[in-house]
């Protein structure tokens, strides 16, 4: 087990009446477990703590009058990842996936698999499949995308970064879920805290469902897997974007952070040969 503490500080220039969903607090899972956790709204406001989504992400929602917001979260969590060798990971067939996992096989907003099945089957057909094929598709995403703040936005689906071949993390996180769907191997977006990340920020990953369980996979390769905190699970990133706003809000300041005790530091890459699940 190792204990992180996440959180992160956001501050507002709200000019409208505007509302608010914040998707920031870390998942209450099997290999997740919360044992501290604060939320502060600066001014004080009521809001709402619900779940929404296919995953039930947990979301912070409330209504503000122009003002200064301030938002601060912060957490202790408790992390357990189950580590696997990756030789006897194989892919599952499409006949005998759970039914439940059939969605993230779908186009979806930003991952429109559809249109790169051509070039995923050309260029990762022959690879051995399984563990080894994703990793494949990570591999090429890391040498052929250059990670450049600014390139995209709120638009830019993983199309545009195929063509363009730059981006963030939730740009790199889309294209290979996109390439892992036209391979007929379901993948899907995790938004969390991310240790070791350099700057720090909220952090754009994935998992592909091989065998019977899914596992975690950053193309980025800008942060070691087993120091992943899950916030949030989606088809992409419209389902676990950090905030939703309606009205007239500008982010002026942010701070994120994810931190080991001292005890509990993680190797800053994880180990070769080795596969990460936390999914219940």
Not at 20 to 38: D, K, Y
Request: with cysteine.
């Amino acid at each position: 087990m190792t204990t992180i503490q996440v959180g992160c500080d956001l501050t507002y220039s709200v000019t409208n009446p505007t509302s608010f969903l914040f998707n920031v607090a870390a998942a209450r899972t099997e290999h997740q477990t919360i044992s501290g956790e604060t939320l502060q709204l600066n001014p004080p406001i009521k809001y709402e703590t619900s779940s929404i989504g296919m995953e039930d992400i947990q979301v912070y929602r409330f209504y503000v009058e122009p003002c200064e917001l301030q938002l601060q979260y912060h957490a202790t969590v408790d992390i357990r990842p189950e580590i696997y060798d990756t030789s006897g990971i194989i892919e599952t067939g499409y006949s005998k996936l759970p039914h439940e996992i059939l969605p993230y096989l779908n186009p979806s907003r930003y991952c429109e698999s559809d249109r790169l099945t051509r070039f995923a089957i050309r260029k990762f057909g022959n690879a051995e499949p399984g563990f080894l094929r994703v990793t494949a598709i990570c591999d090429w995403i890391n040498s052929n995308l250059d990670y450049e703040a600014g390139t995209t936005d709120a638009t830019t689906s993983a199309c545009d970064v195929f063509i363009q071949r730059a981006g963030v993390c939730r740009d790199y996180a889309h294209l290979a879920i996109a390439l892992c769907r036209a391979l007929c191997i379901p993948a899907r977006y995790i938004s969390g805290y991310a240790m070791a990340l350099q700057p720090p920020d909220f952090h754009g990953f994935f998992e592909a469902y091989l065998g019977s369980r899914w596992y975690l996979f950053d193309a980025t390769r800008m942060a070691p897997v087993e120091g992943f905190v899950r916030i949030g699970t989606g088809r992409d990133a419209a389902d676990a974007s950090f905030a939703t706003i309606i009205g007239a809000a500008t982010l002026t300041s942010m701070a994120v952070r994810a931190e080991p005790t001292a005890s509990d530091q993680i190797p800053n890459q994880p180990e070769p040969q080795a596969a990460v699940s936390t999914a219940n």
